[in-house]
């Protein structure tokens, strides 16, 4: 059992606080204005206009048919036809062959709503899917939270939930599987690297607050952000620590965005804006070409910059660390970034549910495209081995924290 899981166990990152998407709302403006829709919801009329183009042909409705009647002869449990229309949709989206595209029904749709505000009722943890393997991955249980509680390691792979394997299964769906009533119980069966056989963790249910950004002064007056997605809430947040810091007399800075999965577009272009001098942050591409850009303007951070980063670190963060590596404002520290450059746009659709699906690619202000490739860190340094099971890890032995240090102050006596 354990060497079937622990061979997936590259992090591909899908998801984060038990929700993660890259929800670039710019493109789904522009779907909305060529569907002629202001609401920002497909109309019923509009899906009417275009069905008889996704209906199944004769020859398959009717080996559709004949499946169901055998499945309701023989199969020794039941289906419900909502359960049959849920997996249809969801099989449109599987055709595509993206690990990326989804369907997600009206619940799952308003919880992915809810995660991306910052609060859910869930188990607490961070977590990511391998693109190829299907492997689900615990990245961080949260500090104080009920799946740390129950004693869930980072680097956990989830097995099982509520007896059902889930290996190969949407994240979206095993997160709903996960999250429920605070003070309801979930058990989550894990398999754990040094462990015989799956560990059961029975896990309480209970109110997340999705700590998106933590800030302190460090030794020297050198400050320090840590931010764990770009959420709705991250943009202020971050902005906040900034001006905070200076208010305190910070000298240099360290942005930590190492297993920070993504988030929304106009989150990190916003704190790129703070810190970028005026020109281009980011621009994408969709399939006809259209290209659409966003910039900065004339507030620019002038202090020396560090940025972390990791195999976990994609998307919206690979964003952020490209412009920062573009515009040469600070030294890229860590090891390489997980390589998503392609965007996704969720489109609701009349009835409250929603599809997600790969749109545009997008570029760094210099032009790359680092899908499959990541961002190749300024200075690489691997995490210490004996680190990476640790949920909290000190200032004092985190090495990589310690060489972004190390940097900045070389900066600041360079300065004076």
Known sequence: MKKKFSSGVVAGVM????????????YLKKVEQKEENNSGVVSGQQLDNTSNQSEPKSELNKKVNYIKRLIDRY???????????????????????????????????????????????????????????????????????????????????????????????????????????????????????????PLSLEITRDTVEVPTVEYKMLKDNIGYIYIMEFDEVTAKQFLDAVESLINQGMKGLVIDIRDNPGGLLETVVAMLDRILPEGLIVY????????????????????????????????????????IQDYEKGVIVGTQSFGKGIVQSVIPLYDGS???????????????????????????????????????????????????????????????
């Open 15 to 26: 998801i984060s606080m038990l929700v993660f998407t890259v929800f670039f709302s710019f």
């Open 75 to 197: 199969y020794m449990g039941e289906v419900t036809e909502e359960d049959y229309e849920t997996w249809y949709l969801r099989s449109i989206l599987y055709a595509l062959d993206d690990p990326y595209s989804c369907y997600y029904t009206p619940q799952e749709y308003n919880e992915l709503m809810e995660s991306s505000n910052g609060t859910y009722c869930g188990i607490g943890a961070l977590v990511s899917q391998n693109v190829k393997t299907g492997v689900i991955t615990i990245v961080k249980p949260f500090v104080n939270g009920p799946a740390y509680e129950a004693g869930m390691l980072p680097g956990d792979i989830i097995y099982k939930v509520e007896g059902k394997e889930v290996t190969g299964v949407d994240i979206s769906q095993v997160v709903s599987e996960m999250k429920g009533e605070k003070g309801t119980k979930v058990e989550v069966e894990v398999v754990r690297e040094g462990e015989k056989s």
């Open 284 to 323: 994408t591409e969709d399939k006809n070409g259209q290209r659409e850009e966003k910039t900065s303007d004339k507030v620019e951070f002038n202090l020396p910059l560090a940025v972390l980063i990791n195999g976990n670190s994609a998307s919206a963060s690979e964003i952020f660390a490209g412009a």
């Open 354 to 416: 929603a599809v997600k699906m790969t749109v545009a690619y997008y570029y760094t202000p210099k032009g790359r495209n680092i899908h499959g490739i990541g961002i190749t860190p300024d200075v690489e340094i691997e995490l210490a081995e004996e680190l990476s099971k640790k949920v909290v890890i000190s200032e004092e032995e985190d090495n990589q924290l310690q060489k972004a240090v190390e940097i900045i102050k070389e900066k600041c006596k360079n300065n004076n």
